[in-house]
């Protein structure tokens, strides 16, 4: 709970800065790096055209901008050698028996069954949870051992009391609210049209990016649930070009979270004449090894 508590601004301005929605305005670039901008593609535009996406639920879309073609191409492959396995009755006994629980008139109730009981271990522990929380991001904030730049300090700090009115006036652990979300992902679920293993694996990868979407943009609204409209806050941020070279730029992408303007700031490299998420690349060359070698 303590990390999560911690994590949540940060998270919000690390999801701009990367695949969350923007439609904030263009900066200009310093005068300094005008020549470099002639030959190089915007940063902001292209965070702009992700955060268009992310809005509109263009889940393949999105995937697709976040990734490197030759990254797209290789996962593409990946899936499309898992694609040509053989089914197996087996897989198929499988499989229809997890969709079953998805689609099934009772299905709600059958997710909210597992639910119930976790939630009602956690509700006699939340408070201490909360406190501990709000103590440990407090720490986080003040100590010179942490992580956090200048920035993301003054930002934590500043998004604090905002934070905690939204934690405790909001009832995570609500049955009604929880059962609410898990009916609004199963109906999503419902009407991805997918029935069974094979017309799932007639798909290639963007066919079922595009099918899942409607699920997409039900977690978006789940999470509204409690209190987090990602689409408002994604329509306070704004884009700063800090650095732009012909290969590398740097960015500060800045969200107004619980009423307080949070920054962060990105290292971004272009490839294939588009930008990329330094630190995301990297991520995503470790996860698409680790999917190869399995």
């Not at 990390?3 to 263009?26: D, F, I, K, N, W």
């Not at 995937?63 to 990254?71: G, I, M």
């Not at 899936?79 to 998805?102: H, L, N, S, V």
């Not at 069974?196 to 899942?212: F, H, N, T, Y």
Request: proline share 5%; hydrophobic share 45%; glycine share 6%.
């Amino acid at each position: 709970m303590n990390r999560t508590l911690l994590s949540l601004v940060l998270l919000s301005a690390g999801l701009a800065g990367a695949v969350s929605p923007v439609l904030a305005q263009e900066r200009a670039v310093a005068s300094t790096h005008a020549a470099a901008s002639v030959s190089v593609p915007d940063p902001a535009r292209q965070i702009t055209d992700l955060a268009q996406k992310f809005r509109a639920g263009d889940l393949s879309g999105l995937a697709q901008s976040v990734v490197p073609p030759e990254k797209w191409r290789a996962a593409r492959a990946a899936y499309e050698r898992k694609r040509a396995e053989p089914t197996t009755e087996e897989d198929r006994a499988r499989f229809a028996e997890k969709f079953a629980r998805i689609t099934s008139a009772d299905a709600v109730d059958q997710f909210m069954a597992d639910i119930e009981p976790k939630l009602a271990r956690a509700r006699p522990q939340l408070p201490g949870a909360l406190l501990m929380g709000f103590g440990a991001m407090a720490m986080a904030i003040d100590s010179p051992e942490s992580d956090l730049t200048p920035a993301e300090r003054a930002a934590l700090k500043s998004a604090m009391p905002g934070l905690q009115r939204w934690a405790n006036g909001t009832d995570f652990l609500s049955s009604a609210t929880m059962r609410r979300a898990v009916g609004r992902i199963v109906d999503a679920a419902r009407s991805t049209g997918i029935t069974d293993i094979d017309q799932l694996k007639s798909l290639p990868l963007e066919g079922v990016l595009e099918r899942a979407a409607p699920v997409f943009t039900a977690a978006k609204e789940a999470v509204g649930y409690y209190g987090i409209d990602l689409d408002a806050i994604a329509a306070t941020l704004k884009v700063d070009v800090l650095n732009l070279e012909t290969a590398t730029a740097r960015v500060r992408t800045t969200v107004t979270v619980f009423g307080a303007p949070v920054s962060s700031e990105h290292d971004l490299v272009l490839v294939e004449g588009r930008w990329y998420d330094k630190d995301a690349l990297v991520h995503f060359d470790e996860e698409l090894d680790d999917d190869v070698e399995s």
